[in-house]
């Protein structure tokens, strides 16, 4: 999803990379697009050219964070921050800082994803740059999810899909859905996630748009597995396994790993199922999102609890409270509490209620939207 962004004289050489790699990246070709972004940073510092520098680096942070690599990706937002600040192009400090923001996001660190994002929210708006302002609502309603303002999350995706509509971006209203469906389902309204997914998959097939297929299919998948349909569940977390695969995004990769190996668990596929979560678990490691890790240590525990395994289901369950509450991720923090309870005879629905979220598990095994 493109973003508003600032513009410089640059050498018609170094245009025709990023054009090139831009022309990729809209293909979800992101390691060929990486290679040019990397190739134009260079040219760009040996020419010492600092308005091309800025678009390569703010390029590489997108690419890099849409691959997985975040801490590369914050490093290229960051370094483009710094040099927007000096040369006080404040259009691309705002585009960097909202790509900073998505990047802290995806490492867990919500607040102050919130931080950066919120800033240059309030300079689209000062701006009247509707597509910013757009584009900055939809990356907030992201941040909020992760906080566990789940509500509050869905008013703001409602809100850029509404903006994104107004504007005819096709693409901003097919992520927008996928927001929608991903709040949803949270939510505990698992139709509703169905319907938006489907319709951000019909949008994202008509742009031939892999990325957007493959997160549409990844929830398409979840959606089916909360209503208990795992043949379709499977069938189209399948899908979206090869399109991630083609396009190497480990981390979305990760995630639909996760969620097929929960509905290999729903349908007591006990041991494929934790084969998953521990290749997720190795995948969100190495990229270091915590999010990713405390989903599959809760699913892992959940397994040994129901094969009668309380150590190391206690050791798991251990490390994704403690994870939880130390980020302040709401919602995760309270799956953990509840296979903790469960683990000790007990079940509470008070932190579910209090998040507003209509969640109402039976007992092992847990279907975790």
Request: aromatic content about 10%; hydrophobic content about 35%; proline content about 2%.
């Amino acid at each position: 999803m493109a973003r508003s962004s600032g513009s410089s004289e640059n050498s018609p050489t170094i245009d025709r990379i990023l054009a090139q790699a831009e022309r990729l990246r809209e293909r979800s070709s992101y390691r060929q697009a990486l290679a040019l972004l990397r190739k134009a940073k260079r040219a760009a510092e040996k020419q010492d050219d600092g308005g091309r520098l800025m678009s390569s680096l703010l390029s590489l942070g997108d690419v890099c964070r849409m691959v997985g690599d975040f801490d590369h990706s914050v490093e290229n937002y960051s370094r483009a921050i710094t040099l927007a600040s000096q040369t006080r192009d404040r259009i691309i400090l705002a585009d960097a800082q909202v790509g900073l923001g998505l990047a802290l996001r995806a490492q867990g660190n919500w607040r102050e994803a919130l931080r950066f994002i919120g800033r240059s929210k309030k300079f689209y708006e000062k701006q009247g740059d509707r597509h910013g302002v757009a584009f900055a609502l939809w990356a907030e309603a992201g941040a909020l999810r992760i906080k566990g303002d789940v509500g509050q999350a869905f008013s703001k995706f409602r809100e850029a899909y509404k903006a994104f509509r107004s504007l005819g971006d096709i693409q901003g209203i097919g992520y927008s859905l996928c927001g929608l469906g991903g709040s949803s389902r949270i939510m505990g309204n698992a139709r509703k996630s169905l319907r938006f997914y489907r319709e951000a998959n019909a949008v994202f097939s008509t742009l031939r748009d892999t990325f957007g297929k493959a997160y549409s299919y990844c929830g398409i998948g979840n959606a089916y597995r909360m209503l208990e349909d795992y043949q379709n569940s499977f069938a189209h977390f399948e899908k979206a396994v090869r399109l991630y695969k083609k396009i190497g995004d480990i981390v979305s990769y990760a995630y639909t790993l996760w969620g097929l190996g929960t509905a290999r668990k729903m349908t007591g596929d006990y041991g494929r199922a934790r084969d998953l979560f521990v290749q997720a678990l190795k995948l969100f490691s190495k990229t270091k999102d915590p999010r990713g890790m405390i989903y599959c240590r809760l699913g892992s525990g959940e397994i040994a609890l129901l094969r009668n395994r309380p150590a190391p289901a206690r050791q798991d369950l251990s490390f994704a409270f403690r994870e939880s509450q130390k980020r302040q991720f709401a919602v995760e923090h309270c799956f953990a509490e509840t296979l903790q309870s469960l683990m000790d005879g007990k079940q509470d629905r008070r932190c579910y209620n209090k998040l507003g979220l209509k969640l109402n598990f039976r007992g092992l095994p847990l279907n975790i939207p």
